[in-house]
């Protein structure tokens, strides 16, 4: 499958432990996203890159919230000090530049 | 900033029934527009898109798109569903600085066979 990969699938932890997601874009893009979908709305665009270069990330939730492209190939999205209001699913997307982008499974992420 | 709306939180519809799903944006400059579909237990997938051109798009699976300027509307239509579009149905704008997609609640969407 030569599509977009997350890992882990699902992650359970408790409440102010910090926890890390990877993704694995497709290998000819540039771009890669990040997004969280809570139930029952839309995914909501957290930050981007293109790249190593990290270009948007004001719609991070809060600092506590980081992402990283170092080699720009795979992301990984951590999230210190996690809240309960953190459970959502954390979705990651790839595309070229000005296309369409693929999604991954994402990872579902359950704070108790 | 960009919004966008989709009017239709559920839909019930038995098999061949024609489908429209309403989608309204809110944006001033040029967009692109883009359905997606997302199955149960599945990632999300593309199901048509419109960058430019004609503003009747056709996509996967029977499906089209047609985008009003005027009415700033990408509405998704399907002639006859199938029990196999049970899914959730999301519409999504971006423009070309960065790429990054806004997107409505979502319809969920379920045809009885």
């Known amino acids: 499958d030569t599509g977009v990969s997350q890992d882990p699938r699902h992650k359970i932890t408790k409440r102010g432990q910090n926890v890390t997601f990877r993704c694995d874009p497709i290998?000819?893009?540039?771009?890669l996203y990040w997004y969280r979908q809570t139930l029952g709305q839309g995914p909501e665009f957290l930050t981007y890159?293109?790249?190593?270069?990290?270009?948007?990330k004001s719609r991070l939730l809060s600092d506590r919230f980081s992402a990283e492209r170092p080699k720009g190939s795979f992301s990984t999205l951590e999230i210190q000090r996690t809240e309960q209001g953190d459970s959502a699913m954390y979705l990651c997307a790839s595309s070229e530049l000005n296309t369409e982008a693929f999604f991954g499974q994402g990872t579902r992420l359950t704070v108790v | 900033a960009q919004s966008v709306s989709q009017h239709n939180h559920h839909v019930i519809l038995s098999e061949a029934a024609s489908l429209e799903l309403g989608c309204n944006y809110s944006y001033g400059g040029t967009v692109n527009l883009f359905w997606y579909v997302q199955y149960p237990g599945q990632h999300l997938q593309l199901l048509l898109k419109?960058?430019?051109?004609?503003?009747l798009v056709k996509g996967i699976k029977g499906f089209e798109a047609e985008f009003i300027k005027s009415k700033f509307s990408f509405n998704l239509r399907k002639p006859s569903v199938q029990w196999s579009d049970t899914a959730e149905y999301f519409c999504a704008v971006n423009n070309n600085a960065g790429n990054m997609l806004t997107f409505g609640g979502g319809t969920r969407l379920m045809v009885k066979p």
């Open positions: 890159f293109q790249n190593e270069a990290q270009l948007e």
């Open positions: 290998s000819e893009h540039n771009r």
């Open positions: 419109y960058f430019s051109g004609d503003p």
